[in-house]
């Protein structure tokens, strides 16, 4: 199975920040099949990104995805005070579906 | 809307049986396949199972398989899992979610716990 390794595993950051979140896959993604969510305590996780860089249905557009070989990140332009929370990976090209670990992404 | 409406955790003995039911509404449900995704405690996702638009189809992860059973009453607009010989890492959230590759939608999940 592609195991899914997100770095860095917590970033401490000021609203108004850029974040940049990785995504390293053990081995190629069929055609960069790979999702990023976003979960807050006590909720159900928000799908972000999906096809490694299209922004899912009312997704602001601070958030960007990116692929490159096994190399996928997220990026969030300019941190508001509702993105810190964990966000994840995932790849649905090769069964069984995977996700990564999660980054945390909290408040410096 | 859609909603995802997860029922039927709780608390099972090791070994034990539980079936979850989500009842989905707001979109043609027979039009899509379903999936279930766990969340242990503190812990990140897992991918659990799946399920195309008849039922023809079924997946799992292998940690489950042999044990879970994911079935869907399109009739009813109702997923279910059979969740038998459960064990102590089966402990989790239960998240309906509706498609099979990525999940625009999610329950809120049911909460499954497995102890003695």
């Known amino acids: 199975e592609i195991v899914l390794t997100q770095s860095p595993g917590t970033l401490s950051l000021s609203p108004g920040e850029r974040a940049t979140l990785s995504c390293r896959a053990s081995?190629?993604?069929?055609?960069?099949?790979l999702a990023w969510y976003q979960q807050k305590p006590g909720q159900a996780p928000r799908l972000l990104i999906y096809?490694?860089?299209s922004r899912a249905t009312g997704i602001p557009d601070r958030f960007s995805g990116s692929a490159s070989g096994t190399d996928f990140t997220l990026t969030i332009s300019r941190l508001e005070p509702e993105d810190f929370a964990v966000y994840y990976c995932q790849q649905y090209g090769s069964s069984p579906w995977t996700f990564g670990q999660g980054t945390k992404v909290e408040i410096k | 809307e859609v909603q995802l409406l997860e029922s039927g955790g709780g608390l099972a003995q090791p070994g034990g049986s539980l079936r979850l039911s989500c009842a989905a509404s707001g979109f043609i449900f027979n039009n899509y396949a379903m999936t279930w995704v766990r969340q242990a405690p503190g812990k990140g996702l897992e991918w659990v199972s799946s399920i195309s638009t008849t039922g023809g189809g079924t997946y799992y992860a292998d940690s489950v398989k042999g044990r879970f059973t994911i079935s869907r009453d399109n009739s009813k607009d109702t997923l279910y899992l059979q969740m038998n010989s459960l064990r102590a890492e089966d402990t989790a959230l239960y998240y309906c979610?509706?498609?099979?590759?990525?999940?625009?939608?999610w329950g809120q999940g049911a909460l499954v716990t497995v102890s003695s």
């Open positions: 081995q190629s993604v069929t055609s960069y099949y």
């Open positions: 096809g490694a860089a």
């Open positions: 979610a509706k498609d099979y590759r990525y999940y625009a939608s």
